[in-house]
């Protein structure tokens, strides 16, 4: 075997591994040696110590050691081999409900034997079940485990034995060449947070000696396991720091977009209201950025409603002033045609040709379109995941606009990005989301980013009063919605389901609008739902933004940029269903006029206490901020980040819960390496993204 890239080598070369566990491996991710060393155990058990059979208490794990007394095959019912063995101090029966001949042989009276299980109840006193058991033939040269024994996740046909011995030879390929493994975390940085080699750390996980308890293991908090977490959230975020650096040494157009003051000032002039003082200012960031001969990377987060758009149709005039194409990408059919017609609305008066985008779109229509861009005589389009389709040719694309970023992965920003790629001179990025990042957060998912904050919501936006009532009040609340359409205003209801099926998910949301429909007869009742057509879905929106319908039944599709502010009243069904966050997106459909606004958690009892806590945080905050952040305790990042995204990021052994209190230290820790240890940003890069990441080509 070769030395060096010994551990690049593919699991077949290690002895006892076929073709059949190859494939097995590959299933847990496992294909080359290093990837073993990298499989963690999922728990342990002791060996270490041999108990004494009358110490034994169902419930317990336990070695023992003891001799056959008898052994009988059961005949009733399921064939079952049972025997009993007994040492010193007691006894206990062992049950087999299948078993082979030679384990039938082996098994004889007076044999030695131990054994390793659950102890539980039996028929006659306690028995273990199928214990892991061993025939010991000489009991001088019998030695018991001095390490705990790893316990690996598995996949099916894969046994523990297969896969502790594969580890075992792995480990020992380490330990026998140093260079293999290389530490590349500096030794500094080690001794700062008291860390160990991670030639140790990987020892001390894989085969943990007696000084270490299975608790303190199963806790997670050994700084063995620490350690390898936070080498592996470093090297993402070194990862997104490189991508960074890199696209700071792109050429980019520059946007001189205020030498032209008339058009930006006719532009801001013809909105129909005054721009806030975080709009403003995060325009000049933009503006800012765009007059750089390099790329911006710009994330404009801000709470729902805060008025996204405008400033990112403010950067599209710039681009368009310098001559430049712009793309428009958002994450649902809705929100994209909800743009359109903004982006229509307001450069109606600039002679842009603004055009549209979706997957739906076929034939000549979409042909036009296409024309449209190559030739450049559309200037900004909008669209859906479409937009980076191989299809599409820009002809000068300056200025791509991604919004709600959260639902797209970072390579998916990055592709459309390429898109506009043109020798060595790329596109201006500005990326939206309404779902705040914590801080440590965005310190994983959006170091590639800078950041601007709208931290202030248009004047006369009054907070979305809440609360929280269980099902049973539905009468009540149909004769809220009675009075509040009687008000002129209108109503969304949101049906919420399990997220996975979209199927279940629309026809809950006929079931409840074909009810409403019975219990309000004179109100005007439309269902919007995501197995609609582009064109009905679209056509039900427009008739509730023109207020042709006061109430709408809707499943989550509703969830982004919808905006309709006459619509003051939402009542969300299954509250308890939904992340936080999200349902902080839903309730940002209402609160978005003059008016007073309400957001009706309607759960189903009997509610958790942590569901509880939970809905009572929506109910005492309107603060996107804080919500993302007791999401983030309550309930860990996945919600936060967004685990239903595209490009997630997946971790080998960080867990962002457990290991949340590490994120802290990975930015410094990251500088730190940027300057004194650059070497070793490419292999951590290498051991903990490897080949799932682009970011050299990006
Ligand atoms: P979001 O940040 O959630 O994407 P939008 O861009 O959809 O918010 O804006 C929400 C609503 O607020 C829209 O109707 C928009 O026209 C309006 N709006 C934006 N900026 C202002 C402002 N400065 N004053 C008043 N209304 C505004
Ligand atoms: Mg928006």
């Known amino acids: 075997m070769d030395r060096v890239n010994a551990l690049n080598q593919p699991v077949a070369k290690l002895t006892g591994i076929g073709a059949q566990t190859v494939k097995r491996l590959e299933k847990l991710g496992i294909r080359v040696i290093q990837d073993l060393v990298f499989h963690l155990p999922l728990r342990?058990?002791?060996?270490?110590?041999?108990?004494?059979?009358?110490?034994?208490?169902?419930?317990?794990?336990?070695?023992?050691?003891?001799?056959?007394?008898?052994?009988?095959?059961?005949?009733?019912?399921?064939?079952?081999?049972?025997?009993?063995?007994?040492?010193?101090?007691?006894?206990?029966?062992?049950?087999?409900?299948?078993?082979?001949?030679?384990?039938?042989?082996?098994?004889?009276?007076?044999?030695?034997?131990?054994?390793?299980?659950?102890?539980?109840?039996?028929f006659a006193g306690l028995e273990m079940v199928h214990p892991d058991y061993q025939v010991i033939s000489n009991p001088e040269a019998y030695v018991k485990e001095t390490r705990l024994t790893p316990v690996y996740p598995l996949t099916e046909g894969l046994s523990q034995?297969?896969?502790?011995?594969?580890?075992?030879?792995?480990?020992?390929?380490?330990?026998?060449?140093?260079?293999?493994?290389?530490?590349?975390?500096?030794?500094?940085?080690?001794?700062?947070?008291q860390y160990p080699s991670l030639e140790e750390a990987i020892q001390t996980l894989h085969a943990p000696d007696e000084s270490i308890s299975i608790e303190t293991l199963q806790t997670g908090s050994v700084p063995a396991l620490k350690r390898l977490a936070f080498e592996e959230l470093l090297a993402h975020h070194l990862s997104l720091?490189?991508?960074?650096?890199?696209?700071?040494?792109?050429?980019?157009?520059?946007?001189?977009?205020?030498?032209?003051?008339?058009?930006?000032?006719?532009?801001?002039?013809?909105?129909?209201?005054?721009?806030?003082?975080?709009?403003?200012r995060v325009m000049a960031e933009i503006e800012?950025?765009?007059?750089?001969?390099?790329?911006?990377?710009?994330?404009?987060?801000?709470?729902?409603g805060s008025g996204k758009t405008i400033v990112s149709a403010y950067a599209a005039l710039l681009a368009l002033i310098a001559g430049y194409q712009v793309a428009v990408m958002a994450p649902t059919e809705l929100l994209a045609e909800q743009h359109n017609r903004n982006?229509?609305?307001?450069?109606?008066?600039?002679?842009?040709?603004?055009?549209?985008?979706?997957?739906?779109?076929?034939?000549?229509?979409?042909?036009?379109?296409?024309?449209?861009?190559?030739?450049?005589?559309?200037?900004?389009?909008?669209?859906?995941?479409?937009?980076?389709?191989?299809?599409?040719?820009?002809?000068?694309?300056?200025?791509?606009?991604?919004d709600e970023q959260h639902r797209f992965g970072v390579h998916q920003r990055l592709a459309l990005r390429a898109k506009g790629q043109q020798g060595s001179t790329r596109p201006h990025q500005l990326v939206m989301t309404a779902t705040p990042i914590p801080r440590t957060l965005a310190m994983l998912q959006y170091s590639d980013l800078d950041i601007s904050i709208i931290d202030e919501l248009p004047p006369g936006r009054k907070p979305v009063v809440t609360s929280v009532i269980p099902a049973e009040r539905?009468?009540?609340?149909?004769?809220?919605?009675?009075?509040?359409?009687?008000?002129?205003?209108?109503?969304?209801?949101?049906?919420?389901?399990?997220?996975?099926?979209?199927?279940?998910?629309?026809?809950?949301?006929?079931?409840?609008?074909?009810?409403?429909?019975?219990?309000?007869?004179d109100v005007r009742i439309a269902l919007i739902h995501g197995r609609m057509k582009s064109a009905d879905k679209d056509a039900v929106m427009r008739s509730f933004k023109n207020h042709r319908i006061d109430l709408l039944v809707a499943t989550t599709v509703i969830e982004v940029g919808v905006d309709v502010p006459n619509a003051g009243l939402m009542i969300i069904e299954n509250p308890e269903r939904l992340g936080l966050s999200q349902l902080h997106q839903l309730r940002g459909r209402v609160g978005r006029g003059e008016g007073d606004s309400y957001c009706l958690l309607m759960y189903q009892p009997p509610l958790s206490d942590t569901a509880r806590q939970r809905l009572g945080i929506l109910r005492d905050t309107n603060d996107g901020f804080v919500i993302a952040e007791k999401?983030?305790?309550?309930?860990?990042?996945?919600?936060?980040?967004?685990?239903?995204?595209?490009?997630?990021?997946?971790f080998k052994i960080a867990d962002?819960?457990?290991?949340?209190?590490?994120?802290?230290?990975?930015?410094?820790?990251?500088?730190?390496?940027?300057?004194?240890?650059?070497?070793?940003?490419?292999?951590?890069?290498?051991?903990?993204?490897?080949?799932?990441?682009?970011?050299?080509?990006?």
């Open 161 to 193: 034995s297969t896969l502790r011995k594969a580890v075992k030879q792995a480990l020992s390929l380490c330990i026998s060449d140093p260079r293999l493994l290389a530490d590349w975390i500096p030794e500094a940085i080690l001794k700062k947070y």
């Open 343 to 402: 982006f229509s609305a307001w450069f109606e008066s600039f002679q842009t040709n603004v055009v549209y985008l979706t997957g739906q779109l076929k034939g000549k229509a979409r042909n036009d379109v296409l024309q449209g861009l190559a030739d450049g005589s559309a200037g900004i389009i909008i669209g859906t995941h479409a937009l980076f389709q191989e299809s599409v040719n820009f002809h000068r694309l300056g200025l791509v606009i991604i």
């Open 631 to 650: 999401d983030l305790e309550l309930r860990g990042p996945g919600e936060v980040m967004g685990t239903r995204q595209t490009g997630a990021v997946h």
């Open 288 to 304: 800012a950025d765009c007059r750089l001969q390099h790329p911006m990377m710009r994330l404009v987060q801000g709470d729902v």
């Open 241 to 280: 720091r490189i991508t960074r650096n890199k696209t700071k040494a792109w050429q980019a157009p520059v946007f001189e977009g205020s030498s032209d003051k008339t058009i930006v000032e006719k532009f801001l002039s013809s909105l129909p209201f005054k721009l806030t003082g975080a709009q403003l």
């Open 44 to 122: 342990y058990e002791d060996r270490t110590r041999i108990y004494p059979i009358a110490s034994l208490q169902a419930g317990m794990t336990a070695l023992i050691c003891g001799r056959v007394e008898f052994m009988d095959i059961l005949p009733r019912g399921r064939k079952s081999l049972i025997c009993r063995i007994s040492d010193d101090t007691g006894y206990i029966s062992l049950k087999f409900f299948h078993f082979s001949a030679n384990q039938h042989n082996s098994l004889k009276p007076g044999t030695l034997i131990s054994c390793f299980a659950d102890v539980r109840h039996g």
């Open 474 to 521: 539905r009468a009540e609340v149909i004769q809220r919605i009675n009075n509040w359409v009687g008000n002129k205003r209108q109503v969304y209801w949101v049906c919420t389901l399990i997220e996975e099926s979209e199927v279940l998910q629309c026809e809950a949301a006929e079931k409840t609008a074909g009810f409403l429909t019975g219990a309000l007869p």
């Open 656 to 698: 962002l819960v457990r290991d949340a209190g590490l994120l802290e230290n990975i930015q410094q820790t990251g500088e730190q390496i940027f300057n004194e240890a650059p070497r070793a940003i490419q292999p951590l890069c290498d051991r903990w993204l490897g080949a799932s990441t682009d970011y050299a080509e990006v």
